[in-house]
C-alpha cells in the first residue's frame, strides 16, 4: 500500500508556470503506474499524465495539455512531479495524484480512473485571465 500527499497548488495567472509535487508518505511509488488527474466544479475526473516507475511504458498525456505538462519522477521512488506551462483558466480545478497497481502492455487502460488503487487528498488550482 501507498499513501499520497500533493503539494505545489496555487493561483496563478494565465501563462504562468506551476509544479505539483506528489510525495509518498507512507510506501514507494516504485512498482506503481503513476497518474496525474484534475477535477473541475461540475465535470468528471480527467486524465492529465500518466508513467511507469520502471522500464516499459513511455508517458503519456490527456490532449488538453500535451505540448505544456511533463509528468516526471525522482529515481528514489518518493516523489512525482507534474511540470506545468503556459497554464490556462481552462487548467483550473482540484488536481490529484493516483498509483495504479495493475499492470496493462498499453497506455491507454491508464487513462481510466477506475484502474487507480490509491489516491492523494488533492491541491486546487486555479488560473486567472
Known amino acids: 500500500q501507498v499513501t499520497l500527499g500533493e503539494l505545489g497548488g496555487g493561483l496563478v495567472q494565465a501563462g504562468d508556470s506551476l509544479r505539483l509535487s506528489c510525495v509518498a508518505r507512507?510506501?514507494?511509488?516504485?512498482?506503481?503506474?503513476m497518474g496525474w488527474f484534475r477535477q473541475a466544479p461540475g465535470k468528471e475526473r480527467e486524465f492529465v499524465a500518466g508513467i511507469r516507475w520502471v522500464g516499459g511504458l513511455t508517458d503519456m498525456y490527456g490532449d488538453s495539455v500535451k505540448g505544456r505538462f511533463a509528468i516526471t519522477r525522482d529515481n528514489a521512488g518518493k516523489v512525482l512531479y507534474l511540470q506545468m506551462n503556459s497554464l490556462k483558466p481552462e487548467d483550473t480545478g482540484v488536481y490529484y495524484c493516483?498509483?495504479?497497481?495493475?499492470?496493462?502492455?498499453?497506455?491507454?487502460?491508464?487513462?481510466?480512473?477506475?484502474?487507480?488503487?490509491?489516491w492523494g487528498q488533492g491541491t486546487q488550482v486555479t488560473v486567472s485571465s
Open positions: 493516483a498509483a495504479s497497481d495493475q499492470y496493462y502492455s498499453g497506455n491507454s487502460y491508464y487513462s481510466a480512473p477506475s484502474v487507480y488503487a490509491y
Open positions: 507512507q510506501g514507494s511509488l516504485s512498482g506503481y503506474y
